[in-house]
């Protein structure tokens, strides 16, 4: 059984940073790209970011491009997502998934993913 499990989600003042962690088991981690995403109060869920399975590609949204950054560690089954200049627009809960096929490219689409943590709660205040 796949298992994804986020934490270091917390409450943080605009202009700070969160490192959130996503624990994987279950799976071959090192074969499967891994995607955070992450939906605020009434909105839709949004893609964040997304690295290949080697760690040697990624993307980002246009929102979060030159704030976040995305790595994984193969060896210890984790995927990071380093947050900086955090704001208020932020704030959601922050999902991790992985991807369906394996050595498949990092991608910003939900359906190419089959298992998601139960998320880990992120709020910047102003």
């Known amino acids: 059984q796949v298992r994804l499990l986020e934490s270091g989600g917390g409450l943080v003042q605009a202009g700070g940073s969160l490192r959130l962690s996503c624990a994987a088991s279950g799976r071959t981690f090192s074969s499967y790209a891994m995607g955070w995403f992450r939906q605020a109060p009434g909105k839709e869920r949004e893609f964040v970011a997304a690295i290949s399975w080697d760690g040697g590609s990624t993307k980002y949204a246009d929102s979060v491009k030159g704030r976040f950054t995305i790595s994984r560690d193969n060896a210890k089954n984790l995927v990071n997502l380093q947050m900086n200049s955090l704001k208020p627009e932020d704030t959601a809960v922050y999902y991790c998934?992985?991807?369906?096929?394996?050595?498949?490219?990092?991608?910003?689409?939900?359906?190419?993913?089959?298992?998601w943590g139960q998320g880990t709660q992120v709020t910047v205040s102003s």
């Open positions: 998934a992985t991807s369906k096929m394996a050595y498949a490219r990092p991608s910003r689409a939900p359906y190419e993913y089959d298992y």
